[in-house]
């Protein structure tokens, strides 16, 4: 039998869910307004120490609107924001959408020569950055279009207690900005509101209107910007609220996933500050801060990706801690491991939760979530059931050919979260976005999984990221899954190694769990324990211990890296052995 296209079967197993949403057409910044008229005296966000209510947050807001006007930006200029989550980039961000402009969002660590290509990609007219960061944007200046820098300090945004321990701290370690940079320092910046003389500041944009730029991750192919509307990120809000309906007016939200991240922006920040949560900002991503957070907020949901939760489980500081507050924990980003939610599970069970982690799955070109498990309904290995109006199928790669259940094949998407386009890629957005006889637009996502005929899917690998070893395909994925649940493994990374007869070769890197030595004993008890439950063909030829794996800025592990790494390796060998002839 063919298999049937999923569409969000919420309904089935939660009673109450709807098939169907009405989605909001206006801006972000319209659908926060909306709340702030609702909810004026509300906390939005809290930062180190500092509330914020609905009706501040709009205030601050509108008044860096006006001061973006006062600069000269227009309906349509792309604005840069490399900043870490705090108060300046939550009003930048609404701000640009509400005076119609389009915001660049890149990580504040990114790499001076990044900030360059993200600068001119996205032929950006302005960038705000923190102090920290201003000698990487004023080397790479004049290669750019950027006409105006403002620098924010995250001392601006602190209360005045915990400002003076900054600046005795961290603050020091940060050198003064020379007093004739050609910069706007961000108090001069929030200054020229009063000198704004336009009566209408507000931009009129619709929902299908592009809003916001983000990057694939680049641990594959070349780095697009994704360009994403205001109805993407408003139907992911409410379809966020739609999946959990436990959620409250008020809740609490850990907001420590980066917001350069669709997983951080998009889930953390706008679909709470668009439905009337609490978001609690994490300025630096570490998992003791997000930790310590949890307890002291009481947060009610956090977000992360598995390599974070890893961190948590083995904190000190997590001893005796009471997690009962939490009403649901999300991980993505990355695939979790089986073995990898069972001890989660039983983290937060021993924690006073009532609940389980719950996995999802997305793409940056769909925002990011659109596919998550049903809070009382598990399948173990599965991503979930597709968000409401969020189609998912399984086909033969690279056509629509539709699968069978639980045949394997790569995954499509649509729904209100699609992406407009690759940002000056035109074929490569022709390719990923495709038109079926259905009439709805798809996206490619170069992953492979299987679906089930309840439609809950299950995610297999990505298809760029497969080995091919004696003509055999090997999911790095699945093999990592079988290494992660030895005793003595904490995390693994498999990738595929150049071989003249095979074509590839499977070695794995390996982090240890504490108490166990990186020997060639410890080495032979992982591979014989492969060697029982991973095919031939696909078993290491090699494991190489490492204290630490390498991550994205995302907190993803790098696979890349390690790839690249083995490449210079065979290289230099080469090189050698070429010499000695």
């Known amino acids: 039998?063919?298999?049937?296209?999923?569409?969000?079967?919420?309904?089935?197993?939660?009673?109450?869910?709807?098939?169907?949403?009405?989605?909001?057409?206006?801006?972000?910044?319209?659908?926060?307004?909306?709340?702030?008229?609702?909810?004026?005296?509300?906390?939005?966000?809290?930062?180190?120490?500092?509330?914020?209510?609905?009706?501040?947050?709009?205030?601050?807001?509108?008044?860096?609107?006006?001061?973006?006007?006062?600069?000269?930006?227009?309906?349509?200029?792309?604005?840069?924001?490399?900043?870490?989550?705090?108060?300046?980039?939550?009003y930048l961000f609404y701000a640009v959408n509400l005076v119609g402009g389009i915001a660049n969002m890149i990580h504040p660590l990114s790499a001076e020569k990044e900030i360059e290509f993200y600068l001119n990609e996205s032929e950006s007219v302005l960038a705000i950055t923190l102090?920290?960061?201003?000698?990487?944007?004023?080397?790479?200046?004049?290669?750019?279009?950027?006409?105006?820098?403002?620098?924010?300090?995250?001392?601006?945004?602190?209360?005045?207690?915990?400002?003076?321990?900054?600046?005795?701290?961290?603050?020091?370690?940060?050198?003064?900005?020379?007093?004739?940079?050609?910069?706007?320092?961000?108090k001069d910046f929030m200054k020229l509101s009063k000198s704004c003389y336009y009566k209408t500041f507000k931009v009129h944009r619709r929902g299908e209107d592009p809003a916001v730029i983000l990057y694939s991750g680049g641990t594959t192919g070349t780095t697009k910007g994704i360009v994403l509307t205001n109805l993407n990120f408003n139907a992911l809000s409410q379809q966020i609220v739609a999946t959990n309906p436990m959620f409250r007016i008020g809740d609490k939200m850990l907001t420590a996933m980066p917001h350069v991240h669709g997983f951080g922006l998009g889930v953390c920040i706008h679909s709470m500050l668009a439905q009337g949560g609490r978001c609690i900002l994490i300025p630096r991503f570490t998992p003791k801060s997000y930790a310590k957070q949890i307890t002291k907020k009481k947060c009610n949901f956090i977000a992360g990706v598995p390599t974070l939760y890893e961190a948590m489980l083995r904190l000190p500081s997590m001893n005796g801690a009471d997690l009962s507050s939490l009403k649901g924990v999300f991980s993505g980003g990355d695939s979790l491991s089986i073995e990898l939610k069972k001890k989660l599970d039983k983290f937060l069970y021993d924690h006073h939760a009532a609940i389980q982690v719950r996995e999802g799955y997305g793409t940056t070109e769909t925002v990011t979530a659109c596919c998550l498990t049903p809070p009382h309904m598990h399948k173990e290995g599965s991503i979930g059931l597709p968000f409401p109006d969020t189609y998912i199928k399984i086909v033969e790669p690279g056509t629509d050919r539709e699968l069978p259940y639980g045949e394997e094949g790569e995954i499509l998407l649509a729904g209100p979260t699609v992406m407009k386009e690759y940002m000056k890629h035109p074929e490569e957005t022709a390719q990923t976005l495709r038109k079926h006889s259905d009439g709805l637009t798809w996206v490619y996502t170069g992953d492979l999984g299987t679906m089930d005929s309840e439609g809950f899917v299950f995610f297999r690998g990505r298809a760029k990221r497969m080995i091919i070893s004696s003509g055999y395909n090997v999911y790095p994925a699945q093999l990592e899954n079988i290494i992660d649940a030895h005793e003595m493994v904490q995390m693994s990374c498999v990738i595929g190694v150049p071989d003249d007869y095979r074509m590839q070769k499977v070695k794995a890197f390996v982090k240890l769990n504490p108490g166990f030595p990186a020997n060639d004993e410890t080495k032979k008890a992982i591979l014989d324990y492969c060697a029982k439950n991973v095919a031939k063909y696909a078993m290491p030829y090699d494991i190489e211990f490492r204290d630490e794996l390498p991550k994205t800025l995302v907190g993803k592990v790098a696979y890349r890296v390690l790839e690249e790494e083995e490449l210079a390796k065979i290289a230099e060998a080469k090189k050698a052995e070429s010499t000695a002839q």
């Open 1 to 90: 039998m063919d298999q049937i296209t999923a569409k969000t079967p919420w309904k089935d197993h939660l009673g109450e869910m709807p098939f169907h949403l009405e989605y909001f057409d206006g801006t972000m910044f319209e659908a926060v307004e909306k709340v702030a008229a609702e909810y004026p005296n509300n906390i939005a966000f809290d930062f180190m120490g500092k509330s914020t209510t609905y009706h501040q947050m709009v205030t601050e807001i509108e008044r860096c609107a006006k001061a973006l006007k006062t600069i000269g930006i227009r309906e349509n200029d792309r604005v840069t924001i490399a900043m870490p989550n705090c108060p300046q980039a939550i």
């Open 131 to 186: 102090d920290q960061f201003y000698d990487k944007f004023e080397r790479i200046r004049q290669n750019t279009k950027v006409i105006n820098i403002v620098i924010a300090s995250v001392k601006d945004a602190l209360s005045k207690p915990i400002r003076a321990g900054y600046m005795l701290t961290e603050g020091r370690k940060i050198e003064k900005i020379p007093a004739d940079a050609p910069v706007l320092m961000w």
